[in-house]
């Protein structure tokens, strides 16, 4: 009996035509991995993070260390909800932070609010990212996807015996039928945002970013599809979530204020804040320094 394969964590729907028993165990792992990771951080870690964060909003014993460590970021954001959330136009926020060659020692925590070090500085133009090549590729070529870059490389794999896979979706695409199926399923996510416009709640991830030591916004984490959708169709603007401030503004903006008044000052601050749209000196490549977007279609609702 052929076993049924459950939507992963975080999976969406629109793929489940491409969902394979096969990947029956990859996903179960996946559920599994999750699964204790929530529960810890339920039973655990937000528990902590809440209290520890107590000690820093009502100037308690322990504050100065609370703001060493960087301020639990989940409870920050609990805080301040929709007060984190800026719209730009999404052909502004073209450079996301870069961990390549980073040791993980000098990255920042993904579970910290203030973040210290050189992490503004490193950048990646997302304009020459797979992200937007794999987006402008399919549409020009819409009207026949087996003479896309994307499907190309997607048949190699095939050919060579590795196609590709995602346990995080349950995908496997091992024949041309579900290459093409898994495109048009992209296609139609840019259709619709074409005709809708952007969908905060149709994406499982926000479009995260954060503040550097300037005060501008850079890029760093998941929802990098939807962006460069957003982009290609030229959007007028795009909603995005602060996850993180550089140390360095964070002290300029709160004028050595502290818990709920540096709360405050902080959240003023970021309505001046915009995409950064320069190089950064410790990028570790260089991009073309001229770039065509093509004309908007998309929705300017």
């Keep these: ?63 100065t260390w609370v703001k060493q ?13 929709t007060r984190l959330i800026l719209h730009v136009n999404p052909r502004e926020l073209v450079h996301i932070r870069d961990w390549r ?4 020692r000098r990255r920042p925590s993904s579970s910290a609010f203030i973040w210290n070090g050189d992490w503004d500085l490193r950048r990646e133009d997302l ?33 060579s015996g590795q196609p590709w896979s995602s346990h995080q979706q349950g995908l496997l695409l091992d024949t041309e039928e579900r290459i093409l199926i898994y495109l048009r399923v992209y296609l139609n996510f840019m259709d619709d945002m ?44 795009v909603p995005v979530k602060v996850k993180a401030v550089h140390q360095d503004w964070w002290e300029k903006v709160t004028q050595k ?18 995409p950064e749209t320069e190089p950064g000196p410790l990028d570790p490549q260089s991009f073309p320094e001229s770039f065509i977007w093509p004309p908007g279609k998309g929705s300017h609702r």
């Design 194 to 237: 074409a005709l809708n416009g952007f969908d905060q709640q149709k994406g499982k991830d926000e479009l995260g970013v954060a503040v550097s030591r300037d005060g501008r916004l850079i890029k760093i984490n998941r929802g990098l599809h939807r962006l460069a959708m957003a982009q290609y169709l030229g959007l007028p603007t």
């Design 69 to 81: 460590l960087g301020l639990p970021r989940r409870v920050v954001e609990q805080q301040l909800d």
């Design 257 to 274: 204020t502290h818990g709920a008044k540096a709360l405050e000052r902080m959240v003023k601050a970021l309505q001046y804040c915009v």
């Design 1 to 63: 009996m052929q076993r049924r394969l459950p939507i992963p964590p975080g999976g969406d729907p629109a793929f489940s035509p491409l969902a394979d028993a096969r990947m029956y165990w990859p996903v179960q792992r996946a559920r599994l991995q999750a699964a204790v990771r929530d529960g810890f951080q339920m039973v655990i870690g937000v528990p902590l993070e809440r209290m520890i964060f107590k000690l820093w909003k009502h100037e308690l014993l322990g504050s």
């Design 127 to 159: 304009r020459y990212g797979s992200r937007y090549r794999f987006i402008s590729d399919i549409d020009i070529h819409r009207d026949d996807l087996t003479v896309s870059d994307t499907f190309r490389g997607l048949k190699a794999r095939v050919d």
């Design 101 to 104: 060659e980073l040791p993980k």
